[in-house]
Protein backbone atom coordinates (compact mmCIF):
# COMPACT_ATOMS: atom_id res chain seq x y z
CA UNK A 1 0.00 0.00 0.00
CA UNK A 2 1.46 3.48 -0.74
CA UNK A 3 2.19 6.01 2.02
CA UNK A 4 -0.80 8.61 2.37
CA UNK A 5 0.36 12.00 0.33
CA UNK A 6 2.12 13.79 3.80
CA UNK A 7 4.58 11.52 3.18
CA UNK A 8 4.84 10.08 -0.22
CA UNK A 9 5.77 12.13 -3.52
CA UNK A 10 8.54 13.06 -5.75
CA UNK A 11 11.59 13.45 -4.39
CA UNK A 12 11.81 16.92 -4.86
CA UNK A 13 9.46 17.48 -2.20
CA UNK A 14 10.11 14.52 -0.01
CA UNK A 15 12.20 16.68 2.62
CA UNK A 16 9.57 19.56 3.12
CA UNK A 17 6.88 16.53 3.38
CA UNK A 18 8.69 15.17 6.20
CA UNK A 19 9.17 18.20 7.82
CA UNK A 20 5.84 19.28 7.35
CA UNK A 21 4.78 15.89 9.36
CA UNK A 22 7.24 16.27 12.18
CA UNK A 23 6.11 20.41 12.54
CA UNK A 24 2.50 19.12 12.47
CA UNK A 25 3.14 16.42 14.72
CA UNK A 26 4.23 19.01 17.22
CA UNK A 27 1.78 21.34 16.66
CA UNK A 28 -0.96 19.13 17.61
CA UNK A 29 0.88 17.88 20.98
CA UNK A 30 1.07 21.19 22.03
CA UNK A 31 -2.27 22.11 21.19
CA UNK A 32 -3.92 18.53 22.45
CA UNK A 33 -1.68 19.38 25.78
CA UNK A 34 -3.17 23.13 26.01
CA UNK A 35 -6.80 21.70 25.49
CA UNK A 36 -6.24 18.90 28.30
CA UNK A 37 -4.42 21.12 30.90
CA UNK A 38 -5.02 25.35 29.65
CA UNK A 39 -1.62 25.29 30.95
CA UNK A 40 -0.12 28.97 29.48
CA UNK A 41 -3.67 30.32 28.59
CA UNK A 42 -4.17 31.52 24.83
CA UNK A 43 -2.25 34.31 24.18
CA UNK A 44 0.53 32.52 25.40
CA UNK A 45 -0.68 29.66 22.78
CA UNK A 46 -1.14 32.16 20.36
CA UNK A 47 2.27 33.97 20.56
CA UNK A 48 3.82 30.24 20.22
CA UNK A 49 2.23 28.79 17.48
CA UNK A 50 1.15 31.80 15.24
CA UNK A 51 4.91 31.67 13.93
CA UNK A 52 4.66 27.81 13.97
CA UNK A 53 1.12 27.62 11.55
CA UNK A 54 3.22 30.11 9.07
CA UNK A 55 5.97 27.59 8.66
CA UNK A 56 3.21 24.81 8.29
CA UNK A 57 1.72 27.20 5.94
CA UNK A 58 5.39 27.36 3.90
CA UNK A 59 6.19 23.39 4.15
CA UNK A 60 2.50 22.31 2.85
CA UNK A 61 3.44 24.94 -0.08
CA UNK A 62 6.67 23.53 -0.47
CA UNK A 63 5.31 19.87 -0.43
CA UNK A 64 2.51 20.56 -3.04
CA UNK A 65 4.77 22.71 -5.39
CA UNK A 66 2.69 26.00 -5.14
CA UNK A 67 4.75 27.77 -2.72
CA UNK A 68 5.97 30.41 -5.34
CA UNK A 69 5.52 28.43 -8.40
CA UNK A 70 6.72 31.02 -10.63
CA UNK A 71 10.35 30.59 -9.09
CA UNK A 72 12.87 27.60 -8.86
CA UNK A 73 13.10 25.04 -6.59
CA UNK A 74 16.21 26.06 -4.99
CA UNK A 75 14.93 29.48 -4.69
CA UNK A 76 11.90 27.90 -2.82
CA UNK A 77 13.60 26.34 -0.79
CA UNK A 78 15.96 29.51 0.40
CA UNK A 79 12.68 31.91 0.36
CA UNK A 80 11.23 29.06 2.47
CA UNK A 81 14.33 28.62 4.71
CA UNK A 82 14.21 32.68 5.36
CA UNK A 83 10.50 32.52 6.65
CA UNK A 84 11.06 29.80 8.73
CA UNK A 85 14.01 31.13 10.65
CA UNK A 86 11.63 34.35 11.09
CA UNK A 87 8.61 32.31 12.58
CA UNK A 88 11.36 30.68 14.95
CA UNK A 89 13.26 33.87 15.87
CA UNK A 90 9.73 35.31 16.65
CA UNK A 91 8.43 31.95 18.61
CA UNK A 92 11.95 32.02 20.37
CA UNK A 93 11.73 35.76 21.44
CA UNK A 94 7.94 36.56 22.32
CA UNK A 95 8.07 33.81 24.58
CA UNK A 96 11.38 34.33 26.35
CA UNK A 97 10.31 37.91 26.83
CA UNK A 98 6.64 37.18 27.11
CA UNK A 99 5.99 38.51 30.46
CA UNK A 100 8.56 41.49 30.41
CA UNK A 101 6.35 42.70 27.00
CA UNK A 102 3.26 42.54 28.62
CA UNK A 103 3.76 43.95 31.44
CA UNK A 104 7.08 46.22 32.08
CA UNK A 105 7.32 47.39 28.66
CA UNK A 106 3.52 47.77 28.15
CA UNK A 107 2.75 50.94 26.29
CA UNK A 108 7.17 51.57 26.39
CA UNK A 109 8.37 48.75 23.67
CA UNK A 110 11.84 48.30 22.73
CA UNK A 111 13.11 48.73 19.02
CA UNK A 112 14.00 45.17 19.30
CA UNK A 113 10.11 44.03 20.17
CA UNK A 114 8.99 46.21 17.39
CA UNK A 115 11.03 44.44 14.63
CA UNK A 116 10.39 41.11 15.68
CA UNK A 117 6.50 42.02 16.00
CA UNK A 118 6.45 43.43 12.56
CA UNK A 119 8.26 40.68 11.26
CA UNK A 120 5.61 38.27 12.12
CA UNK A 121 3.14 40.79 11.11
CA UNK A 122 4.59 41.11 7.64
CA UNK A 123 4.74 37.25 7.16
CA UNK A 124 0.90 37.22 7.95
CA UNK A 125 0.03 40.27 5.51
CA UNK A 126 2.33 38.03 2.59
CA UNK A 127 -0.44 35.09 3.64
CA UNK A 128 -3.07 36.92 2.79
CA UNK A 129 -1.56 38.13 -0.40
CA UNK A 130 -1.09 34.44 -1.81
CA UNK A 131 -4.30 33.01 0.00
CA UNK A 132 -6.76 36.50 0.52
CA UNK A 133 -5.72 39.05 -1.63
CA UNK A 134 -8.80 41.14 -1.65
CA UNK A 135 -8.30 41.17 2.36
CA UNK A 136 -4.35 41.84 1.65
CA UNK A 137 -5.54 44.88 -0.56
CA UNK A 138 -8.35 45.95 2.32
CA UNK A 139 -5.58 45.40 5.09
CA UNK A 140 -2.70 48.00 2.93
CA UNK A 141 -5.68 50.69 2.40
CA UNK A 142 -6.65 50.56 6.06
CA UNK A 143 -3.12 50.50 7.32
CA UNK A 144 -2.38 53.80 5.08
CA UNK A 145 -5.74 55.56 6.50
CA UNK A 146 -4.72 54.99 10.05
CA UNK A 147 -1.06 56.51 9.15
CA UNK A 148 -2.19 59.39 6.66
CA UNK A 149 -5.46 60.00 8.33
CA UNK A 150 -4.83 63.13 8.12
CA UNK A 151 -5.40 63.52 4.41
CA UNK A 152 -8.45 62.29 4.60
CA UNK A 153 -11.31 65.32 4.66
CA UNK A 154 -14.39 65.03 6.11
CA UNK A 155 -16.11 62.92 9.07
CA UNK A 156 -12.93 60.30 8.36
CA UNK A 157 -9.98 62.74 9.22
CA UNK A 158 -8.30 62.07 11.58
CA UNK A 159 -4.40 63.38 12.85
CA UNK A 160 -3.04 60.37 11.74
CA UNK A 161 -0.42 57.98 13.60
CA UNK A 162 2.92 56.94 13.93
CA UNK A 163 4.46 53.44 12.04
CA UNK A 164 5.22 52.21 15.91
CA UNK A 165 1.93 52.88 16.99
CA UNK A 166 0.83 50.44 14.08
CA UNK A 167 3.54 47.94 14.51
CA UNK A 168 2.44 47.60 18.39
CA UNK A 169 -0.92 47.23 17.73
CA UNK A 170 -0.84 44.47 15.04
CA UNK A 171 1.69 42.92 16.97
CA UNK A 172 3.49 43.26 20.46
CA UNK A 173 -0.03 44.69 22.13
CA UNK A 174 -1.73 41.67 22.11
CA UNK A 175 -4.78 42.60 22.58
CA UNK A 176 -5.29 43.42 18.80
CA UNK A 177 -3.59 42.21 15.86
CA UNK A 178 -1.89 38.92 14.98
CA UNK A 179 -1.92 37.49 18.33
CA UNK A 180 -5.62 38.83 19.71
CA UNK A 181 -8.29 37.06 20.26
CA UNK A 182 -9.40 36.06 16.58
CA UNK A 183 -6.42 33.67 15.75
CA UNK A 184 -6.45 32.75 19.83
CA UNK A 185 -10.12 31.77 18.87
CA UNK A 186 -9.18 30.22 16.05
CA UNK A 187 -6.49 27.58 18.23
CA UNK A 188 -8.32 27.21 21.03
CA UNK A 189 -12.29 27.04 21.22
CA UNK A 190 -12.15 25.99 16.93
CA UNK A 191 -9.69 23.95 16.88
CA UNK A 192 -11.18 21.99 19.83
CA UNK A 193 -13.68 21.20 16.94
CA UNK A 194 -11.75 20.85 14.15
CA UNK A 195 -10.17 17.85 16.38
CA UNK A 196 -14.00 15.77 16.57
CA UNK A 197 -14.32 16.89 12.39
CA UNK A 198 -10.85 15.51 11.79
CA UNK A 199 -10.92 12.17 13.31
CA UNK A 200 -14.33 11.34 11.35
CA UNK A 201 -13.68 12.30 8.71
CA UNK A 202 -9.81 10.30 8.96
CA UNK A 203 -11.53 7.38 9.61
CA UNK A 204 -14.01 7.26 6.89
CA UNK A 205 -17.50 8.80 8.83
CA UNK A 206 -18.21 11.66 6.84
CA UNK A 207 -18.05 9.09 3.44
CA UNK A 208 -20.30 6.70 5.52
CA UNK A 209 -23.01 9.60 5.98
CA UNK A 210 -22.93 10.32 2.16
CA UNK A 211 -23.03 6.54 1.07
CA UNK A 212 -25.85 6.52 3.43
CA UNK A 213 -27.98 9.17 2.45
CA UNK A 214 -27.29 8.30 -1.13
CA UNK A 215 -28.61 4.51 -0.33
CA UNK A 216 -32.08 5.91 1.86
CA UNK A 217 -32.28 8.44 -1.57
CA UNK A 218 -31.90 5.63 -3.83
CA UNK A 219 -35.74 3.88 -2.92
CA UNK A 220 -37.60 6.76 -4.92
CA UNK A 221 -36.95 8.46 -8.08
CA UNK A 222 -37.90 11.66 -6.85
CA UNK A 223 -35.77 11.14 -4.03
CA UNK A 224 -32.53 10.27 -5.56
CA UNK A 225 -31.39 14.34 -5.46
CA UNK A 226 -32.36 14.54 -1.32
CA UNK A 227 -28.99 12.33 -1.33
CA UNK A 228 -27.25 16.37 -1.67
CA UNK A 229 -29.34 17.64 1.18
CA UNK A 230 -29.01 15.03 3.61
CA UNK A 231 -25.43 14.37 2.63
CA UNK A 232 -24.63 18.00 3.04
CA UNK A 233 -26.82 17.97 6.19
CA UNK A 234 -24.86 15.16 7.77
CA UNK A 235 -21.81 16.35 6.73
CA UNK A 236 -22.61 19.96 7.98
CA UNK A 237 -23.04 19.19 11.96
CA UNK A 238 -19.09 18.70 11.47
CA UNK A 239 -17.99 20.82 8.76
CA UNK A 240 -19.14 24.58 9.22
CA UNK A 241 -18.12 25.26 5.75
CA UNK A 242 -19.88 25.28 2.70
CA UNK A 243 -17.17 24.79 0.10
CA UNK A 244 -15.78 21.75 1.70
CA UNK A 245 -19.52 20.65 1.88
CA UNK A 246 -19.70 20.75 -2.03
CA UNK A 247 -16.31 19.04 -2.39
CA UNK A 248 -16.75 16.36 -0.07
CA UNK A 249 -20.79 15.34 -0.53
CA UNK A 250 -20.43 16.59 -4.05
CA UNK A 251 -17.96 14.40 -5.87
CA UNK A 252 -20.76 11.40 -5.20
CA UNK A 253 -24.26 13.34 -5.17
CA UNK A 254 -23.76 15.56 -8.39
CA UNK A 255 -22.71 12.33 -10.56
CA UNK A 256 -25.29 10.03 -9.33
CA UNK A 257 -28.22 13.18 -10.08
CA UNK A 258 -26.98 14.07 -13.83
CA UNK A 259 -27.26 10.18 -14.55
CA UNK A 260 -30.99 10.35 -12.94
CA UNK A 261 -32.27 12.99 -15.33
CA UNK A 262 -31.31 16.41 -13.48
CA UNK A 263 -29.62 18.79 -15.77
CA UNK A 264 -26.33 19.75 -14.94
CA UNK A 265 -27.41 23.16 -13.96
CA UNK A 266 -29.59 22.11 -11.62
CA UNK A 267 -27.37 19.17 -10.11
CA UNK A 268 -24.93 21.65 -9.74
CA UNK A 269 -27.30 24.31 -8.18
CA UNK A 270 -28.93 21.39 -5.63
CA UNK A 271 -25.42 20.89 -4.46
CA UNK A 272 -24.57 24.60 -4.02
CA UNK A 273 -27.79 25.41 -2.01
CA UNK A 274 -27.14 22.48 -0.15
CA UNK A 275 -23.82 22.95 0.97
CA UNK A 276 -24.55 26.39 1.99
CA UNK A 277 -26.01 24.90 5.25
CA UNK A 278 -22.40 23.82 6.14
CA UNK A 279 -22.32 27.28 7.51
CA UNK A 280 -25.40 27.48 9.57
CA UNK A 281 -26.05 24.06 11.03
CA UNK A 282 -24.99 23.30 14.64
CA UNK A 283 -23.64 22.01 16.79
CA UNK A 284 -20.31 23.06 14.18
CA UNK A 285 -21.07 26.00 12.31
CA UNK A 286 -19.32 28.58 10.46
CA UNK A 287 -16.55 30.04 11.75
CA UNK A 288 -18.68 33.29 12.63
CA UNK A 289 -20.70 31.65 14.73
CA UNK A 290 -17.71 31.25 16.74
CA UNK A 291 -16.92 34.74 16.51
CA UNK A 292 -20.59 35.80 17.25
CA UNK A 293 -20.10 34.62 20.48
CA UNK A 294 -16.81 36.38 21.47
CA UNK A 295 -18.43 39.69 20.13
CA UNK A 296 -21.41 38.99 22.54
CA UNK A 297 -19.64 37.74 25.18
CA UNK A 298 -21.80 34.66 25.73
CA UNK A 299 -20.79 31.05 25.22
CA UNK A 300 -20.54 29.35 21.74
CA UNK A 301 -23.61 26.90 23.24
CA UNK A 302 -26.09 30.04 23.64
CA UNK A 303 -25.50 30.35 20.02
CA UNK A 304 -25.50 26.69 18.93
CA UNK A 305 -28.81 26.50 20.76
CA UNK A 306 -30.10 29.49 18.77
CA UNK A 307 -28.86 27.86 15.57
CA UNK A 308 -30.97 25.10 15.12
CA UNK A 309 -34.31 26.40 14.51
CA UNK A 310 -32.89 28.80 11.36
CA UNK A 311 -30.41 25.69 10.19
CA UNK A 312 -33.59 23.54 10.06
CA UNK A 313 -36.27 26.13 8.29
CA UNK A 314 -33.26 26.50 6.01
CA UNK A 315 -32.63 22.88 5.21
CA UNK A 316 -36.43 21.97 4.89
CA UNK A 317 -36.71 24.82 2.51
CA UNK A 318 -33.88 23.38 0.21
CA UNK A 319 -35.86 20.48 0.58
CA UNK A 320 -39.01 21.14 -0.60
CA UNK A 321 -37.46 23.47 -3.42
CA UNK A 322 -35.18 20.11 -5.07
CA UNK A 323 -38.26 18.09 -4.38
CA UNK A 324 -40.02 20.46 -6.52
CA UNK A 325 -36.99 19.96 -9.16
CA UNK A 326 -36.29 16.62 -9.26
CA UNK A 327 -40.50 16.17 -10.05
CA UNK A 328 -40.61 18.30 -13.03
CA UNK A 329 -37.50 16.54 -14.08
CA UNK A 330 -38.89 13.26 -13.57
CA UNK A 331 -35.52 11.97 -12.31
CA UNK A 332 -35.20 7.86 -12.45
CA UNK A 333 -32.49 5.75 -10.51
CA UNK A 334 -32.33 3.09 -13.25
CA UNK A 335 -28.94 4.29 -14.43
CA UNK A 336 -27.29 5.19 -11.02
CA UNK A 337 -25.06 2.89 -9.37
CA UNK A 338 -24.54 3.44 -5.82
CA UNK A 339 -22.34 1.71 -3.44
CA UNK A 340 -23.71 -0.96 -0.86
CA UNK A 341 -23.21 0.40 2.54
CA UNK A 342 -21.28 -2.04 4.60
CA UNK A 343 -21.39 -3.15 8.26
CA UNK A 344 -18.42 -0.75 8.59
CA UNK A 345 -20.23 2.30 7.35
CA UNK A 346 -22.92 1.18 10.07
CA UNK A 347 -20.79 1.21 12.64
CA UNK A 348 -19.31 4.61 11.25
CA UNK A 349 -22.74 6.40 11.09
CA UNK A 350 -23.36 5.33 14.50
CA UNK A 351 -19.96 6.97 15.87
CA UNK A 352 -20.97 9.86 14.09
CA UNK A 353 -24.35 10.02 15.67
CA UNK A 354 -22.68 9.56 18.99
CA UNK A 355 -20.48 12.22 18.31
CA UNK A 356 -23.44 14.80 17.72
CA UNK A 357 -25.55 13.62 20.55
CA UNK A 358 -22.37 13.60 22.76
CA UNK A 359 -21.70 17.27 22.07
CA UNK A 360 -24.88 18.75 22.38
CA UNK A 361 -25.74 16.70 25.89
CA UNK A 362 -21.99 17.93 26.77
CA UNK A 363 -22.29 21.70 26.14
CA UNK A 364 -26.63 21.88 26.58
CA UNK A 365 -26.95 19.95 29.38
CA UNK A 366 -24.04 19.17 31.65
CA UNK A 367 -23.28 22.36 30.78
CA UNK A 368 -19.40 21.79 30.13
CA UNK A 369 -17.31 24.51 28.36
CA UNK A 370 -17.26 23.90 24.71
CA UNK A 371 -13.59 23.53 24.65
CA UNK A 372 -13.56 20.85 27.15
CA UNK A 373 -17.25 19.22 25.50
CA UNK A 374 -15.32 19.17 21.88
CA UNK A 375 -12.44 17.49 23.55
CA UNK A 376 -13.90 14.52 25.84
CA UNK A 377 -16.26 13.90 22.67
CA UNK A 378 -12.99 13.68 20.52
CA UNK A 379 -11.33 11.38 23.07
CA UNK A 380 -14.31 8.96 23.41
CA UNK A 381 -14.44 9.08 19.50
CA UNK A 382 -10.91 8.46 18.67
CA UNK A 383 -10.40 5.69 20.68
CA UNK A 384 -13.18 3.76 19.06
CA UNK A 385 -12.66 4.38 15.86
CA UNK A 386 -9.28 3.27 16.42
CA UNK A 387 -10.56 0.05 18.32
CA UNK A 388 -13.09 -0.21 15.57
CA UNK A 389 -10.19 0.43 12.77
CA UNK A 390 -7.52 -2.23 14.07
CA UNK A 391 -10.29 -5.09 14.32
CA UNK A 392 -12.13 -4.75 11.44
CA UNK A 393 -8.25 -4.45 9.15
CA UNK A 394 -7.27 -7.78 11.18
CA UNK A 395 -10.31 -9.34 10.17
CA UNK A 396 -10.07 -8.61 6.78
CA UNK A 397 -5.99 -8.81 6.02
CA UNK A 398 -5.26 -11.04 8.90
CA UNK A 399 -2.31 -8.89 9.46
CA UNK A 400 -1.12 -5.70 11.32
CA UNK A 401 0.71 -3.99 8.53
CA UNK A 402 2.51 -0.56 9.91
CA UNK A 403 2.07 1.34 6.68
CA UNK A 404 -2.07 0.57 6.23
CA UNK A 405 -2.56 0.97 10.52
CA UNK A 406 -0.59 4.32 10.25
CA UNK A 407 -3.04 5.68 7.60
CA UNK A 408 -6.00 6.98 8.92
CA UNK A 409 -3.68 8.94 11.97
CA UNK A 410 -1.36 10.27 9.46
CA UNK A 411 -4.27 11.45 7.47
CA UNK A 412 -6.01 12.74 10.95
CA UNK A 413 -2.64 14.67 11.62
CA UNK A 414 -2.60 16.14 8.45
CA UNK A 415 -6.19 17.12 8.10
CA UNK A 416 -6.69 18.64 11.65
CA UNK A 417 -3.17 20.96 10.89
CA UNK A 418 -4.15 22.71 7.69
CA UNK A 419 -7.30 23.58 8.62
CA UNK A 420 -6.05 24.52 12.03
CA UNK A 421 -3.01 26.32 10.01
CA UNK A 422 -5.14 28.30 7.39
CA UNK A 423 -7.93 28.92 9.46
CA UNK A 424 -5.76 30.78 12.62
CA UNK A 425 -3.40 32.87 9.47
CA UNK A 426 -6.82 34.00 8.04
CA UNK A 427 -8.26 34.85 11.50
CA UNK A 428 -4.54 36.83 12.35
CA UNK A 429 -5.16 38.08 8.60
CA UNK A 430 -8.73 39.71 10.21
CA UNK A 431 -7.33 40.58 13.17
CA UNK A 432 -5.29 43.21 11.18
CA UNK A 433 -8.48 44.74 10.10
CA UNK A 434 -10.24 44.88 13.34
CA UNK A 435 -7.45 46.22 15.04
CA UNK A 436 -7.23 49.14 12.46
CA UNK A 437 -10.85 49.63 13.32
CA UNK A 438 -9.93 49.76 17.29
CA UNK A 439 -7.68 52.41 16.88
CA UNK A 440 -9.33 54.65 14.57
CA UNK A 441 -12.80 54.35 15.21
CA UNK A 442 -14.31 53.48 11.79
CA UNK A 443 -17.45 51.42 12.71
CA UNK A 444 -18.25 54.46 14.62
CA UNK A 445 -18.35 56.81 11.76
CA UNK A 446 -19.60 54.62 9.46
CA UNK A 447 -22.32 53.58 11.53
CA UNK A 448 -22.77 57.43 12.29
CA UNK A 449 -23.27 57.84 8.10
CA UNK A 450 -25.87 54.37 7.91
CA UNK A 451 -28.15 56.35 10.47
CA UNK A 452 -27.85 59.62 8.47
CA UNK A 453 -28.65 57.87 5.33
CA UNK A 454 -31.41 55.97 6.50
CA UNK A 455 -32.76 58.69 8.55
CA UNK A 456 -33.29 56.84 11.81
CA UNK A 457 -35.49 54.53 10.13
CA UNK A 458 -34.92 50.63 10.83
CA UNK A 459 -36.05 49.10 7.38
CA UNK A 460 -33.29 51.58 5.65
CA UNK A 461 -30.61 50.67 7.64
CA UNK A 462 -31.42 46.56 7.44
CA UNK A 463 -31.53 47.30 3.51
CA UNK A 464 -27.98 49.12 3.68
CA UNK A 465 -26.49 46.49 5.52
CA UNK A 466 -27.89 43.57 2.90
CA UNK A 467 -26.38 45.60 0.04
CA UNK A 468 -22.97 46.18 2.52
CA UNK A 469 -22.34 42.73 3.37
CA UNK A 470 -23.15 41.60 -0.37
CA UNK A 471 -20.88 44.02 -1.55
CA UNK A 472 -18.56 42.70 0.96
CA UNK A 473 -19.41 39.16 0.35
CA UNK A 474 -18.30 39.32 -3.40
CA UNK A 475 -15.02 39.52 -2.23
CA UNK A 476 -14.41 38.06 1.48
CA UNK A 477 -14.96 35.12 2.83
CA UNK A 478 -17.96 34.86 5.39
CA UNK A 479 -15.68 35.13 8.48
CA UNK A 480 -14.50 38.70 7.57
CA UNK A 481 -17.91 39.26 5.94
CA UNK A 482 -19.42 39.03 9.22
CA UNK A 483 -17.04 40.83 11.27
CA UNK A 484 -17.08 43.65 9.02
CA UNK A 485 -20.86 43.62 8.94
CA UNK A 486 -21.33 43.37 12.76
CA UNK A 487 -18.50 45.92 13.46
CA UNK A 488 -20.32 48.90 10.91
CA UNK A 489 -24.47 47.71 11.80
CA UNK A 490 -24.30 46.50 15.54
CA UNK A 491 -23.79 49.87 17.39
CA UNK A 492 -26.30 51.70 15.17
CA UNK A 493 -29.20 49.02 15.68
CA UNK A 494 -28.31 47.93 19.71
CA UNK A 495 -28.44 52.60 19.97
CA UNK A 496 -32.23 52.20 18.48
CA UNK A 497 -33.47 49.19 20.49
CA UNK A 498 -33.03 46.06 18.45
CA UNK A 499 -31.89 43.17 20.92
CA UNK A 500 -28.24 42.61 19.88
CA UNK A 501 -29.19 38.24 19.81
CA UNK A 502 -31.40 39.84 16.29
CA UNK A 503 -28.43 42.30 14.83
CA UNK A 504 -25.93 39.20 14.84
CA UNK A 505 -27.94 36.80 13.75
CA UNK A 506 -28.98 39.02 10.97
CA UNK A 507 -25.09 39.61 10.45
CA UNK A 508 -24.66 36.06 10.50
CA UNK A 509 -26.97 35.72 8.05
CA UNK A 510 -25.35 37.93 5.65
CA UNK A 511 -22.43 36.28 6.16
CA UNK A 512 -23.62 32.94 4.90
CA UNK A 513 -25.62 35.25 2.06
CA UNK A 514 -21.76 36.03 1.06
CA UNK A 515 -20.75 33.07 0.18
CA UNK A 516 -23.32 32.93 -2.61
CA UNK A 517 -23.00 36.66 -4.24
CA UNK A 518 -22.16 36.98 -7.58
CA UNK A 519 -19.72 36.99 -9.11
CA UNK A 520 -17.27 34.96 -6.53
CA UNK A 521 -19.43 32.19 -5.15
CA UNK A 522 -16.71 29.50 -4.29
CA UNK A 523 -19.31 27.02 -2.75
CA UNK A 524 -21.17 27.62 -6.62
CA UNK A 525 -17.96 27.60 -8.67
CA UNK A 526 -16.81 24.18 -6.84
CA UNK A 527 -20.32 22.72 -7.64
CA UNK A 528 -20.03 24.03 -11.07
CA UNK A 529 -16.83 22.24 -11.54
CA UNK A 530 -17.75 19.11 -10.36
CA UNK A 531 -20.96 19.11 -12.92
CA UNK A 532 -19.19 20.10 -15.86
CA UNK A 533 -22.00 23.29 -15.46
CA UNK A 534 -22.21 26.67 -15.98
CA UNK A 535 -21.00 29.07 -13.31
CA UNK A 536 -23.76 31.62 -13.63
CA UNK A 537 -26.22 29.53 -14.34
CA UNK A 538 -25.38 27.46 -11.30
CA UNK A 539 -25.10 30.33 -8.82
CA UNK A 540 -28.77 32.24 -9.61
CA UNK A 541 -30.56 28.64 -9.33
CA UNK A 542 -28.82 28.20 -6.11
CA UNK A 543 -29.93 31.45 -5.11
CA UNK A 544 -33.67 30.19 -5.94
CA UNK A 545 -33.19 27.23 -3.45
CA UNK A 546 -31.96 29.02 -0.73
CA UNK A 547 -34.86 31.00 -0.86
CA UNK A 548 -35.13 30.54 3.05
CA UNK A 549 -31.85 32.39 3.56
CA UNK A 550 -33.88 35.46 2.87
CA UNK A 551 -36.50 34.29 4.61
CA UNK A 552 -34.04 33.79 7.54
CA UNK A 553 -32.65 37.68 7.61
CA UNK A 554 -36.24 39.44 6.80
CA UNK A 555 -37.73 37.06 9.81
CA UNK A 556 -35.42 37.67 12.47
CA UNK A 557 -36.85 41.07 12.47
CA UNK A 558 -40.43 40.38 11.89
CA UNK A 559 -40.06 37.21 14.17
CA UNK A 560 -37.43 38.24 16.60
CA UNK A 561 -38.32 34.97 19.11
CA UNK A 562 -36.63 32.95 16.58
CA UNK A 563 -33.36 33.58 18.00
CA UNK A 564 -34.02 35.57 21.48
CA UNK A 565 -34.20 32.42 23.53
CA UNK A 566 -33.49 28.94 22.49
CA UNK A 567 -36.17 26.02 23.36
CA UNK A 568 -39.92 26.64 23.16
CA UNK A 569 -39.96 30.16 22.71
CA UNK A 570 -38.80 29.43 19.47
CA UNK A 571 -41.80 27.25 18.44
CA UNK A 572 -43.79 30.22 17.14
CA UNK A 573 -41.61 31.78 15.16
CA UNK A 574 -40.10 28.93 13.71
CA UNK A 575 -43.73 27.38 12.76
CA UNK A 576 -44.26 30.52 11.21
CA UNK A 577 -41.13 31.41 9.45
CA UNK A 578 -41.09 27.34 7.92
CA UNK A 579 -44.62 27.70 6.58
CA UNK A 580 -43.22 30.85 4.97
CA UNK A 581 -40.44 28.80 3.20
CA UNK A 582 -42.74 26.61 1.77
CA UNK A 583 -44.81 28.91 0.58
CA UNK A 584 -42.03 30.81 -1.33
CA UNK A 585 -40.54 27.97 -2.47
CA UNK A 586 -43.63 26.54 -3.81
CA UNK A 587 -44.48 30.19 -5.95
CA UNK A 588 -40.99 29.92 -7.25
CA UNK A 589 -40.62 26.22 -8.40
CA UNK A 590 -44.30 24.30 -8.28
CA UNK A 591 -46.29 24.98 -12.09
CA UNK A 592 -50.16 24.85 -11.35
CA UNK A 593 -51.17 25.46 -14.67
CA UNK A 594 -50.23 25.38 -18.50
CA UNK A 595 -51.79 28.72 -18.93
CA UNK A 596 -49.22 31.18 -18.07
CA UNK A 597 -51.39 34.01 -16.75
CA UNK A 598 -53.10 31.50 -14.76
CA UNK A 599 -50.08 30.43 -13.37
CA UNK A 600 -48.18 33.38 -12.80
CA UNK A 601 -51.14 34.66 -10.84
CA UNK A 602 -51.93 31.45 -8.30
CA UNK A 603 -47.77 31.94 -7.82
CA UNK A 604 -48.32 35.38 -7.01
CA UNK A 605 -51.34 34.76 -4.86
CA UNK A 606 -49.44 32.49 -2.86
CA UNK A 607 -46.45 34.57 -2.51
CA UNK A 608 -48.41 37.23 -1.12
CA UNK A 609 -50.06 34.78 1.81
CA UNK A 610 -46.29 33.61 2.62
CA UNK A 611 -45.23 37.29 2.70
CA UNK A 612 -48.02 37.48 5.10
CA UNK A 613 -47.03 34.77 7.59
CA UNK A 614 -43.41 36.58 7.19
CA UNK A 615 -44.56 39.80 8.31
CA UNK A 616 -47.63 40.25 9.34
CA UNK A 617 -47.79 42.08 12.84
CA UNK A 618 -50.90 39.99 13.89
CA UNK A 619 -49.62 36.29 14.47
CA UNK A 620 -53.55 35.49 14.86
CA UNK A 621 -53.98 36.40 11.29
CA UNK A 622 -49.92 35.03 9.85
CA UNK A 623 -51.37 31.83 11.29
CA UNK A 624 -54.54 32.21 9.48
CA UNK A 625 -53.05 32.71 6.24
CA UNK A 626 -51.33 29.45 6.86
CA UNK A 627 -54.35 27.40 6.12
CA UNK A 628 -54.28 29.03 2.55
CA UNK A 629 -51.12 28.13 2.05
CA UNK A 630 -51.48 24.59 3.01
CA UNK A 631 -54.16 24.24 0.23
CA UNK A 632 -52.47 25.61 -2.29
CA UNK A 633 -49.65 23.00 -1.53
CA UNK A 634 -52.18 20.39 -0.83
CA UNK A 635 -54.03 20.79 -4.12
CA UNK A 636 -50.76 20.85 -6.02
CA UNK A 637 -49.45 17.60 -4.66
CA UNK A 638 -53.00 16.28 -5.54
CA UNK A 639 -52.81 17.54 -8.79
CA UNK A 640 -49.84 15.89 -9.90
CA UNK A 641 -49.93 12.61 -7.46
CA UNK A 642 -49.56 10.53 -10.38
CA UNK A 643 -46.23 11.39 -10.70
CA UNK A 644 -45.71 11.97 -7.23
CA UNK A 645 -47.20 8.79 -5.99
Known sequence: MNLPRVLSGPRTQAPARVLFFIVAVFFFVYLFRYYMTGIGGPTLIAVMLVPVTFILFTLDGLRNNNFYPRLGLTANYIIAGVYIGVCLAVTLYLNLEFMDIRTVRAGIWSPTDLAIGGLMFGLIMEYARKRYFPLFVINLFLIGYTVYGWIVPGLFWHPGLRWTRVLSAMSVEMTTGVFSYLPQLALTLIGSFILVLSVLRAFGCVDSIIKGASRIAANSPHALPQAAVLGSLGVATISGSGAANAATTGSATIPAMIASGLPRVNAAAIETAASLGGQLMPPIMGISAFIMAEFLGKSYWDVVARGYAPALIYFVGVA?????????YQTSVASVSIAQTT????????????????????????????????????????????GIFFIMTYRTDGSWKLRHMAAPFIHFIEHFTVMTTDLTLLLATLSIMTGVFVITGIPTKVGFLLMEAAGMHLVAVILIAFFFAALVGTGLPPAPTYILTALVIAPPMVKVGVNPWVVHFYAFFLAVW??????????????????DASFMGTLFRGIQLCAGLFVLMAGVFSRPELVLEPGLAQLGAFGLLLAATVGIQF??????????????????????LSLVVLFHPSKLLATIAIMPIGAFVGYWLLKKRKNVF
Open 320 to 328: VGVYLLSVR
Open 343 to 386: ILDKINLLVYAAAIIGLITLMGITRLPPMVAALRVFVGVGLAVS
Open 514 to 531: GELTPPTSVVAAVAAKIA
Open 587 to 608: SIQAKYSQKKMRDLLTRVILAG
